[in-house]
């Protein structure tokens, strides 16, 4: 318990400095866990619109499946990125834990099938990673195997901060809104508002259910999809002028046709909790106010 605390204390800001180059590695691996569970959610939760049903939640010390049927027992996974432990839990009193630590995605699938089933829980799920390039099957993957604690426990810690902003510009709304997300394949916590109206169909199963009504979205990524760690936020559909709207703090990218503001830049704000919620709240504003949201 010494070693845990003395970890934790290295990293006690509540936005740590996570550079993308720095854990590069342990991100990729991280990312094919994080799909395993996520879509072992996804095959036990009854479905839920845009795709809500397979989304991993914050918790206080890592990320959660949240309960989830099976048979007649509820089940959920979480990961600890304190104590480093992967937790198993059933409804009828089952306890099983598995060691976070380097080893390839391929032996992490393998123990996480033995200890369900293990546990009176047998689950088949597409074992082909989404929205990766050069996917790799989970049962073969031994090119991904890193793991950092640091890097882990500074993640979480990022969105333990992020998540009860979130929550907050969430409660705002009086519409529909998603919950607070953590998406396993694009590796990104967000919020996304809906204001009723059906959007034009996008091809793909899993676009065109995702943005099947107008929706404004925010959120963040670790690395992916940017050069470094930023938080977004788009409308979608997009109404004309959008790219011309200026918003404070963060700026218009032309290239991902998203509103940005790098992560970097939050950490040096005075009042970075205030500065991510003005940059929710403007970046809101600019489509909604565009695209003649009520």
């Not at 845009?50 to 509820?74: E, F, I, N």
């Not at 104590?83 to 409804?91: C, E, G, P, R």
């Not at 391929?106 to 990766?132: C, G, H, W």
């Not at 426990?153 to 902003?165: F, H, M, N, Q």
């Amino acid at each position: 318990m010494e070693a845990r605390a003395s970890d934790i204390n290295q990293t006690s800001e509540l936005w740590p400095s996570l550079p993308l180059e720095s854990w590069q590695d342990t991100y990729a691996t991280l990312h094919m866990w994080l799909q395993i569970v996520g879509k072992i959610r996804l095959k036990l939760s009854p479905p839920v619109n845009h795709w809500w049903h397979c989304a991993l939640y914050v918790t206080p010390s890592g990320l959660t499946t949240s309960a989830m049927p099976y048979d007649k027992r509820l089940v959920e996974i979480e990961f600890d990125f304190i104590n480093h432990q992967l937790h198993f839990s059933t409804s009828d009193g089952l306890r099983q834990s598995l060691a976070l630590k380097a080893k390839t995605v391929a032996d992490f699938y393998r123990e996480v099938v033995q200890t369900l089933s293990a546990m009176n829980v047998e689950v088949a799920i597409n074992t082909k990673p989404q929205e990766v390039p050069n996917p790799i099957l989970f049962e073969t993957d031994v090119v991904h195997h890193a793991y950092d604690p640091e890097s882990a426990y500074k993640l979480w810690r990022i969105l333990a901060s992020i998540e009860p902003v979130f929550e907050e510009f969430r409660g705002r709304f009086l519409g529909k809104a998603s919950p607070v997300n953590f998406y396993w394949g694009s590796f990104d916590i967000a919020v996304t508002r809906f204001n009723g109206r059906r959007a034009p169909a996008r091809p793909g199963v899993i676009t065109s259910e995702a943005y099947s009504h107008e929706c404004i979205s925010a959120g963040f990524w670790p690395g992916a999809g940017y050069t470094g760690p930023a938080f977004y936020s788009y409308t979608a559909p997009a109404p004309a002028g959008l790219a011309e709207q200026k918003i404070e703090p963060g700026f218009y990218s032309a290239q991902l046709s998203e509103f940005l503001l790098p992560y970097d830049d939050l950490r040096k704000a005075d009042a970075p909790r205030e500065a991510l919620l003005q940059f929710l709240q403007s970046s809101y504003e600019a489509g909604a106010n565009l695209a003649g949201w009520n």
